[in-house]
C-alpha cells in the first residue's frame, strides 16, 4: 500500500467554484500534513499545514486532516485561474520538516 | 524575498558521466535537502543534512549519490556514473529549523543521454 495515495486528476473547473482536492495515507503514525502548490517548472510551495486532525484556513484555502479515516483535503474557495497549478498533499515521515512524503498531486485547471 | 536558488537550470550529460548540481540555501537556515522528480512521478525525499553531516536518506541515495556542504552558503548534491534514470528535475530545499517549512528551489533539470 502506498504510503500516500492523490488522484492526480486532471480536474477542470470554471472560474468561482469550490474546489475539492484529496488524499489518502496509510500510516497512522503521520502528524504532520502540508499542501503545496506546484507551477509548471517551478519547485513546490507550500500553502498550508496542519498537525493532527482539524481544519485550518487562511483566506480561501481550507485544509482538513481526518485521522479516523486517514483522509485530508484541501478546499479552494471561488477559485481563481491563478489557482491553476499542480497541488500536491505531503505527510512529514521523519525526524525534519524537509523529510516528506508527497502524493502524485492533482493537477487543476480553473477556466476563466 | 529570501529564496533557494538552484544552478544550472538545465543540465545535460551524457550517461556514466559525474555531475554535480548546485544550490544555494536561504542564508540563515541550518537543515539542507535533496529531493527529485521524476517526469509523471511523484516528487521523492533524497537526503536531509544538517551540521555537515547527513541526518536522513531514503533508500534511493545509496553509494552513487554524495551531498556536501563546500562552504558558508552553498549545498551540492554529485551524482557518480550517471544512468539513464537519473534524469529528473532534482530540488534543493532548505529550512532553519527541523520543525519549520522546508522552501523549495526551482529545481535543475538533468538529462541524462
Known amino acids: 500500500q502506498k504510503e500516500v495515495e492523490q488522484d492526480p486528476g486532471p480536474l477542470s473547473v470554471p472560474e468561482g467554484a469550490i474546489v475539492s482536492l484529496n488524499c489518502t495515507y496509510s500510516n497512522s503514525a503521520f502528524q504532520y500534513f502540508m499542501w503545496y502548490r506546484q507551477y509548471s517548472r517551478k519547485g513546490p510551495e507550500l500553502l498550508m499545514y496542519t498537525y493532527s486532525s482539524g481544519n485550518k484556513e487562511d483566506g480561501r484555502f481550507t485544509a482538513q486532516v481526518d485521522k479516523s479515516s486517514k483522509y485530508i483535503s484541501l478546499f479552494i474557495r471561488d477559485s481563481q485561474p491563478s489557482d491553476s497549478a499542480t497541488y500536491l498533499c505531503?505527510?512529514?515521515?521523519?525526524?525534519?520538516?524537509?523529510?516528506?512524503?508527497f502524493g502524485k498531486g492533482t493537477k487543476l485547471s480553473v477556466k476563466p | 524575498e529570501p529564496e533557494v536558488t538552484q544552478t544550472p537550470s538545465h543540465q545535460v550529460t551524457q550517461m556514466g558521466q559525474e555531475v554535480i548540481l548546485r544550490c544555494v540555501p536561504i542564508s540563515n537556515h541550518l537543515y539542507f535537502y535533496w529531493y527529485r522528480q521524476i517526469l509523471g512521478q511523484k516528487v521523492e525525499f533524497l537526503v536531509s543534512?544538517?551540521?555537515?553531516?547527513?541526518?536522513?536518506k531514503s533508500e534511493i541515495f545509496d553509494d552513487q549519490f554524495s551531498v556536501e556542504r563546500p562552504d558558508g552558503s552553498n549545498f551540492t548534491l554529485k551524482i557518480r556514473s550517471t544512468k539513464l534514470e537519473d534524469s529528473a528535475m532534482y530540488f534543493c530545499a532548505s529550512s532553519e529549523t527541523r520543525n519549520t517549512e522546508a522552501f523549495f528551489g526551482q529545481g535543475t533539470r538533468l538529462t541524462v543521454v
Open positions: 505531503a505527510t512529514r515521515k521523519g525526524g525534519s520538516q524537509g523529510n516528506l512524503i
Open positions: 543534512f544538517y551540521n555537515n553531516e547527513i541526518s536522513e
